[in-house]
């Protein structure tokens, strides 16, 4: 068992008494990840609003931080619902595929606007860098997932890689969080830093597992 099973065990055993609830009031699967989805336009917001702000702009950018662990907390929800409450369907998966991707580019997208919009510098490099930088990093986790879905439709796994979704909703939210509390830029640079290589290494990492599979 790796550490992602066992933390996902934990955070199932602390959201089950929640699920029930949902299950009983007849909430559905497809509703959760709708509203983890407009968790994420809400986050973005927070970090373009911040980039208007002369002073307190990364105690926003913090705020959206703790925005998007909520929702990535109803995204693994979602999921939850749909098999203890037996409402599992194709299309739900489909829909929650396809939010997941809207997901992660909005809030992204939001840090693009904010670099954009922020004039100076951050760590020595211009806050317009910052921004593509940030571009690079919605480019890679677009193509991780990708990868993995053009592969897995040629009947190929594909899950190989070292900064798959969980693991850049964490560097995300840890980078704007700290730099909420520092009041400091260099936590979220080098949170968007990271995902842009790593997630860019992992999706030329799948392309090669595929290429290996296929030959």
Known sequence: MNYRDIIQKIIYYLINPLIM???K???TPNLVTFVGFLGNMVAAGMFIYAANLADGQYSWIGYGGWVLIVSSIFDMMDGRLARLGNMSSTFGAFWDSTLDRYSELVSL?????????LDGTTWGLDNTVWGIVTLAAMIGSVMVSYVRARAEGLGLECKV????RPERVVVLCLGAIIAGFTGSGIPVCVAVALIAVLANITAFWRIQHVYKQLK
Do not use: E, R, S, T
Not at 110 to 116: A, E, K, Q, T
Not at 161 to 164: E, V
């Open 25 to 27: 009031v007849g909430i």
């Open 21 to 23: 609830g949902m299950i």
């Open 161 to 164: 890689g070292l900064m798959q």
């Open 109 to 117: 997208g939001g840090l693009v606007g904010f670099y954009f919009a």
